[in-house]
């Protein structure tokens, strides 16, 4: 991937320019932007301005644009900062993460969160990217923090020590990232999907090995995957619910963007049937308040389920199962379930949740 040079100029610069001359607009004057947004010198209104223009011009469906920009925030997030507990990032054989951009509108349960501790304690190494809700009642950092998990402390340095200990880690997309920590506030007060809210599965700042990645929407999703490759990322699997949903659907297919090892991206389509697993409606694996969604996850670990909790268990080990398949610990969709559901039974990731949770409230 190309690097861009260092460039000082003024976000109030670079609109000026992609207002005039949207049709000029190139990866470097994205990028100049950025920079700017980042050193903290921008207001709101300049920030919020750059983010509709972004939209307007479509840069959320410009695959060359989005890694690029991808690109930019993962060098100016805290990467150089992150300590692997006396190890290098390339003594970790295997990283995963399972991530949503999220803004499909179905409000689902926390599924990614939970495959994200199944799949930890399943044996994968996790870095579940993630932040606190803009577009849902509860997101994957609300769940774990009314658990008991302090994520604001877990900080660039932590990283190396909780994964030898826990082999899973949250990366709070506030704490990592200096970009979108300005530009974060933005998003809910614009009301509109920025090209920041899609790029938050792909700047993961550890690079995962391997990564389940949902979009919302199926026009996406070759755009998505098409970025990936750009930057470099195989074994990564984009993937979007028939439904327009940032998950593998429990109620019927699900639309895959597969990157393989040689880069080539394979496109084909999954049901709940291939994991060996029903399908169900997806108003019955509904999310709902945090409190809710809370008490659902803690009858999940405890593996005290209530007949209401079937979908909504079914839902969390096909999109584990998957993760499983696509890391190489699975050899099938369903054996990926099996073990999902295995784990899940037991008593393992809860466990894992409350060691986890203990280790980030002693930080």
Known sequence: MTVIPEKQEHLKSVLHKMVINPESVTPELVVSGLRSIARGEASDAQMGG??????????D???????????EVLRSAAIPCIDFDGKTRDDYSMIVDIVGTGGDGWNTFNISTTSSLIAAA???????????ALTSNSGSADILESMGCNLSAVLPAHVGKLLAEHRYCFILVDNFHTTILYVRRMWKELGIPTPFKILGPITNPVVPNRAVIGVNSKELGPVMAEALRILGRCNYAVVCGDEDLDEISIAGDTHVWHIQESGEIKNYTIHPRDFGVPAHPLSKAAGATLEENKATLHRLLSNELEDKDIAVRDFVLINTGFLLFVAGMASSMEEGATIARQTLESGKVMALLESFGKATRAL
Do not use: Y
Not at 122 to 132: D, E, I, N
């Open 50 to 59: 750059f983010m509709t223009a972004l939209k307007m011009l479509g840069i």
């Open 61 to 71: 469906r410009k695959p060359e644009m989005l890694a690029v920009i991808a690109g």
């Open 122 to 132: 399943a044996g994968l190494t996790v870095t579940k990217h993630g932040s606190r």
